[in-house]
């Protein structure tokens, strides 16, 4: 009985606290009367249903820290398997929001613990969405003759370009201007051939200095 009119003191003004605390000598009237008890069993049914609603809100706010953080290790796991790259700003503000919800958790106010701590997760929520759109996206550039040819696919949006040179910062600067990517979204998922003329330069090279020693020999040998 006395839950229910607690609840229906809720409802009405959104704490039950700062209700007890403003109107508390209305609330205990209207609780003996509902109940039949004394003043002094209510006020103890009082404090043992705000003991409880404070400990289910200890757990609440505690059980949402946790899940901020765990969820937090496992994003920067799966991050370091796929190589991919979680920005700076993201780790502050969630470091931020979290040891704000941990200063408000000791302090006792465990509401505003749970929401920053739930706000601090859906960061990490939009991140990992992000990563997985950018998952399915490709960006590969082939090098080759002094020249980038670059195929990107975004979604359901493609580019397909050539550009006059093999500076890769440049590379990143256009596919960023065509396709509004940031420049760490495309170093994230950027795949680059380099097509090793050197080698083949070398492996000329080397087949001339054989051909002129085989001459060489052959003329030495027809002397």
Avoid: C
């Avoid at 994230?188 to 051909?211: F, G, L, R, Y």
């Amino acid at each position: 009985m006395i839950d229910s009119i607690l609840n229906s003191l809720e409802g009405q003004t959104g704490e039950v606290e700062i209700e007890i605390e403003n109107k508390k000598s209305k609330i205990k009237i209207e609780i003996e009367q509902e109940t039949g008890k004394s003043e002094e069993e209510v006020e103890i049914e009082i404090e043992n249903i705000e003991k409880e609603n404070g400990i289910e809100k200890e757990k609440d706010a505690l059980e949402a820290i946790n899940e901020a953080e765990e969820e937090y290790n496992g994003l920067l796991e799966e991050a370091d398997e796929e190589n991919v790259t979680i920005s700076q700003e993201l780790i502050d503000q969630f470091s931020s929001l979290l040891n704000q919800a941990k200063d408000e958790f000791d302090l006792g106010n465990y509401d505003e613990a749970e929401r920053l701590a739930e706000q601090a997760e859906k960061l990490l929520d939009d991140e990992k969405e992000e990563n997985e759109e950018l998952g399915e996206n490709e960006i590969e550039v082939e090098i080759k003759d002094g020249k980038a040819e670059i195929e990107v696919e975004i979604g359901d949006s493609e580019w397909e370009f050539e550009l006059e040179t093999t500076d890769l910062d440049t590379i990143v600067n256009e596919i960023s201007e065509r396709t509004g990517l940031s420049k760490e979204e495309i170093n994230n998922i950027i795949k680059v051939e380099i097509e090793e003329e050197e080698q083949e330069e070398e492996d000329n090279e080397d087949e001339e200095k054989q051909e002129e020693s085989e001459t060489n020999e052959t003329e030495n040998n027809e002397e």
